[in-house]
């Protein structure tokens, strides 16, 4: 039992690092004016040290001939020797070419995961459901009862995105009996590429070998090229270094400390092929019930388990729940007892998303106020993201780099099969809402980043 229950929280850690959700958080001090909506939001900043030379520096007086000349060469290569010794070692993963035969295979795979998951397969419907293990309640005495191999503990999980997806893998892998209730009603294709790193990897093949044999087959490998940092303007002087706009700041390499722990190279898989790989190779077919919403659950109490009850009235029962229904979670919602609005507007994993710019819109609007009852904190920051059908000038060199600017800053990476994923990064106070397109301007989003990038 203890080991089960370190498994899942160990993998809990797990689908955080694949999922990407990572924010600034900053102290109060630091807060902005409330929006229209009466949210007030954080925005992140500098504080101590740095705060202190940046103030100093601002208060020098600028002479000019300091900041005149180019950047320095060495930070317009690539490659440096020190990354480039790395990838030459003989246990480092070799550069596969862009190519039409590479290109057509990754995004059919792609495709074909889309299909799949619009089919329903391995879904659980029909008569399977009706007799599922989850609709009747055990007897069980105070204090618990005695799991075994043949009455294991049983495990409902919250949410159908690749947390909950990971979650459940890792419990059938312990012997546990498991169900995911996904809220939407299929896994479609939504969200971009995610990169898997080394050691989530290395905890994947540990959970089920096939799963990461899988994923290792299906993804783009983009440890064997440079990832780093550069400059998105012109900065600096003679004193402390010049910097043209692209200039590298920082350059590194994912493959050595994976060569030195023995892990496997870091690869970018769409999101999709990942969810229809767990769905095959994690746990029996019948496992995913879709169109089921946790809505509330009960802890039964001493040792009994919990009762949950959907959206639409579905009462199941588990000895455990676990909540990984996503930043809008309907069970940290009761958990903590959070406002009725908490729960937004069921967001998924497996299948959220805007449908059009008007749909946008309104999302945008009501996660400012959904924040503030879900207790969350907005980064600071509104991101604009997109996977364009793009081959990058500096694609067999450079897997992934961030273009630092002015309170803002662009992320570019290979989402493989000759795609860029990009990320538009402008920090403002929360509550924005794009303009709705016009004939003047029918694109207004792509207006904006054109202007502030």
């Avoid at 001939?65 to 180019?70: C, F, K, P, S, V």
């Avoid at 862009?98 to 889309?114: C, L």
């Avoid at 550069?230 to 692209?246: E, F, S, T, V």
Wanted: proline share 5%; net charge neutral; charged share 25%.
């Amino acid at each position: 039992m203890k080991s089960s229950n370190r498994c899942i929280a160990t993998t809990l850690a797990i689908a955080a690092s694949i999922s990407q959700t990572a924010a600034f958080t900053t102290p109060p001090s630091s807060r902005v004016s409330p929006t229209q909506l009466n949210v007030v939001g954080e925005q992140a900043s500098s504080i101590g040290p740095a705060q202190v030379l940046r103030n100093l520096k601002e208060k020098l007086p600028q002479i000019s001939w300091l900041a005149e000349g180019g950047g320095s060469a060495s930070n317009k290569i690539d490659i440096p020797d020190h990354v480039a010794s790395v990838l030459a070692q003989p246990s480092a993963p070799k550069r596969e070419a862009e190519s039409d035969e590479r290109t057509e295979r990754i995004r059919n795979r792609a495709k074909q995961a889309s299909e799949d998951a619009m089919k329903l397969r391995g879904m659980l419907i029909g008569e399977d459901d009706e007799k599922a293990w989850w609709r009747t309640q055990k007897s069980i005495p105070e204090g618990g009862r005695v799991v075994t191999k043949d009455d294991p503990l049983t495990v409902i999980v919250a949410g159908g995105g690749l947390a909950g997806l990971v979650v459940a893998a890792a419990a059938h892998a312990k012997g546990m009996k498991v169900a995911l209730f996904e809220q939407a009603s299929s896994y479609a294709p939504y969200g971009g590429p995610i990169q898997i790193q080394s050691n989530a990897l290395r905890a994947l093949q540990q959970i089920n070998p096939a799963i990461f044999e899988e994923i290792v087959a299906a993804g783009t490998c983009t440890a064997d090229r440079v990832s780093g940092l550069k400059i998105g303007y012109r900065k600096g002087n003679k004193l402390a270094g010049l910097y043209d706009a692209g200039d590298w700041l920082v350059r590194f390499d994912t493959i050595g400390p994976a060569l030195e722990a023995g892990l496997p190279a870091t690869v970018v898989v769409d999101r999709p092929v990942i969810q229809q790989i767990l769905v095959k190779h994690g746990f029996p077919e019948g496992t995913v019930r879709i169109k089921s919403r946790i809505q509330q659950y009960e802890d039964l109490g001493k040792g009994r388990g919990v009762a949950v009850t959907l959206e639409d009235g579905t009462k199941a029962y588990a000895d455990a729940l676990v909540g990984a229904d996503g930043i809008w979670s309907q069970v940290r919602k009761n958990l903590h007892g959070l406002d009725d609005g908490a729960g937004g507007f069921a967001a998924s994993g497996a299948a959220g998303g805007a449908l059009d710019d008007a749909e946008a819109r309104k999302l945008a609007r009501d996660t400012v106020q959904i924040a503030a009852k879900a207790d969350r904190r907005f980064s600071g920051f509104t991101c604009y993201a997109a996977l364009a059908p793009h081959r990058a000038s500096n694609i067999e060199n450079v897997s992934y780099q961030i273009l630092l600017g002015e309170k803002k800053y662009f992320v570019s990476t290979d989402g493989g099969g000759d795609r860029q994923q990009w990320f538009a990064l402008i920090r403002e106070p929360a509550g924005g809402v794009d303009p709705e397109p016009t004939p003047e301007d029918p694109h207004p989003k792509l207006t904006r980043l054109r202007k502030e990038f």
